[in-house]
């Protein structure tokens, strides 16, 4: 985590008394953030955009309820992580319902043809596909130690879990991406 906790807890109270500028400030340093623990979560980039706008536009709702800004990451990370599984059921119960009208449009649509170094995308698109593929117990504390860096303390705390839980958590999936990755390449 590159910033310092004193930091964001002046940028919290600032925001806390209305300051516009120190909640833009906020919203700046841990979009990134926000925005992979709302991706680990729902496995998908199609309501990210929706969803990460919930979880800013809740902050600014609850940041009073905060009560030890020194445990603002862990907070923020619970509120992007529920904003994403409220948004997963949605999605679940919507694809349920309209899976046949969504197959219609998906037909009717003409292919695009691709641009730029496409061997890259779709190594970048494996990549993801087998990282969305991980179960989000597997999912969720690798993104958070490989993508935000987090560590095995901050993850366990984060999703409140022993220390010990996150380490096999992250061999396990660390393993399956092995698996996956393997058993999806062109040549096997």
Partial sequence: MAHGAADDCELIAGARRGDRQALDALVRRHDRFVRGVVYSTLGSVHQLEDVVQQV??????????????ARWQSWLFRLARNAAIDAGMRQSRQR?????????????QPGRAPTGDLAAREEHERILAAIRGLPAIYREPFVLRHLEEWSYAEIAEALDIPVD???TRLVRARRLLREALGSLRPDS
């Fill in 96 to 108: 349920r319902t309209h899976a046949p009208l969504a197959a219609v449009g998906e037909a009717a």
């Fill in 56 to 69: 800013w536009t809740t902050v600014c709702q609850q940041i009073d309820s905060l009560v030890d800004p």
């Fill in 165 to 167: 839980t996150v380490e």
